[in-house]
């Protein structure tokens, strides 16, 4: 078992990958919090629009998507976010296509991430009650293979080095966000990181229907994550050291 901030003290820049908006707040913003506390520089990179997750008959899909991006964009400010990148594929087709992989490799070699966070790219059937969204399983995979190999080399997609003048960079670490027994790296944060991340996910009006539920639930959550390592509060990840 894994506990702390990472394995290195020179860590200052974070990129969290995730399918939609309002994804990230829900798995890790309370790390995403302590990070800007530290003064890290924090990315956001969303792979599609956010427009399709609506019950509402009178919202079109570019309505709403304008409407989820200013949320995330809200959400960000509310954490501290350096900035929020928008890939702009349609919510609900996400696959993890080597487009998708070339464009999350240019958000990388741009912005130069320590740690990337990311949303597993397979279904946990065992050790979750959640049986998960398709496109959270596609980002996480574009985003690993994004990771290792594609932006690590500068003659994969070469069009971003030659012609975008994108140099190669290397994540030096991974966090699957996991909330199953698959976690082993337990992520200690405080109540004030817990709060703000609840204020980020508030942001979300357009998907959080009972903003006060939600948050209890997500307090209850990091509390509950928490006391695995004897901490007030925890996010849970799979932590993979790169060389």
């Known amino acids: 078992m894994t506990t702390g901030n990472g394995s290195n003290d ?46 509402d008959r009178e919202i079109s899909s570019e309505s709403l998507a304008e409407l989820r991006a200013e949320e995330q964009i809200t ?18 087709y996400l696959e993890p296509t080597l487009e998708v992989r070339r464009d999350i490799s240019r958000q990388i070699r741009k912005h130069q991430p320590d740690v990337l966070i990311t949303t597993s790219p397979t279904r946990d059937l065992l050790n979750s009650t959640y ?6 399983f596609a980002a996480g995979e574009a985003a690993l293979s994004a990771v290792f190999p594609s932006a690590r080399d500068h003659l994969t997609f070469p069009e971003l080095f030659y012609d975008e003048g994108l140099e190669p960079h290397k994540v030096r670490e991974v966090w699957v966000m996991s909330f199953g027994d698959n976690a082993n790296f337990w992520n200690p944060l405080t109540e ?8 980020a996910l508030k942001q979300h009006t357009s998907q959080v229907v009972d903003p006060e539920q939600a948050g209890k639930w997500m307090k209850s959550r990091r509390a509950e994550l928490g006391k695995k390592i004897g901490a007030e509060y925890a996010e849970s990840f799979r932590k993979f050291t790169l060389s």
């Open 192 to 199: 004030e990181d817990v709060d703000l991340s609840i204020a």
């Open 75 to 92: 959400a960000g400010k509310t954490l501290g976010l350096k900035t929020v990148e928008f890939l702009g594929y349609p919510d609900g």
């Open 10 to 55: 020179d860590f200052r820049r974070a990129m969290v990958v995730t399918a939609h908006p309002d994804d990230a707040e829900y798995g890790c913003s309370g790390t995403v919090a302590k990070w800007t506390r530290m003064g890290w520089e924090v990315v956001y990179v969303l792979c599609t629009d956010g427009s399709k997750g609506t019950e």
């Open 131 to 136: 049986i998960g969204h398709p496109d959270h």
